[in-house]
């Protein structure tokens, strides 16, 4: 999960729509705020270490696009992993621990991987979004998917 050298690693919570949109304009605005590791998430677990710290990341980004989900009734999560210019990434203060924002929108080239529930996981995944306590999802993993293979995955 390290970013590609001199950017930041963001993790977008995003739906089905979403890479749809990023398919087709080459470009995503995130409707939500995106998930790093920040400051803030080293200071919240000062014992982790780099490979732990981005898999919280990860996990807050795919908690975060249950609430993409619910307006979509969509039920299968999304995360994009992007590789983004430092210069583009703000932490967001008072936020979650690795919360930040983007200074624009992700490019299509700025893709590191997509990771994607898989059908499998659409029954507990609507079970949540219909009241289902969010930890029923902590033995569900997200698939993981090359830029390369998104368009095959939507279609």
Do not use: C, K
Not at 28 to 46: H, M
Not at 54 to 68: C, I, K, T, V
């Amino acid at each position: 999960m390290t970013a590609r050298a001199g950017s930041v690693r963001v993790y977008l919570p995003a739906s089905l729509n979403d890479l749809s949109t990023l398919t087709t304009t080459g470009s995503l605005r995130p409707r939500a705020p995106g998930q790093a590791v920040t400051a803030a998430l080293r200071a919240a677990e000062p014992d982790g270490d780099i490979d732990e710290w981005e898999f919280l990341a990860f996990l807050a980004a795919a908690q975060a696009s249950l609430g993409l989900l619910e307006a979509e009734g969509s039920p299968r999560r999304v995360v994009v992993s992007a590789d983004i210019d430092p210069s583009q990434v703000r932490e967001v203060a008072h936020a979650g621990a690795g919360d930040v924002q983007l200074g624009g929108d992700v490019e299509f080239s700025e893709v590191a991987a997509v990771h994607v529930d898989g059908p499998e996981a659409e029954p507990t995944v609507s079970a949540v979004l219909s009241g289902a306590h969010p930890d029923s999802l902590d033995d569900v993993a997200l698939e993981w998917y090359s830029p390369s293979e998104v368009a095959d995955l939507l279609a």
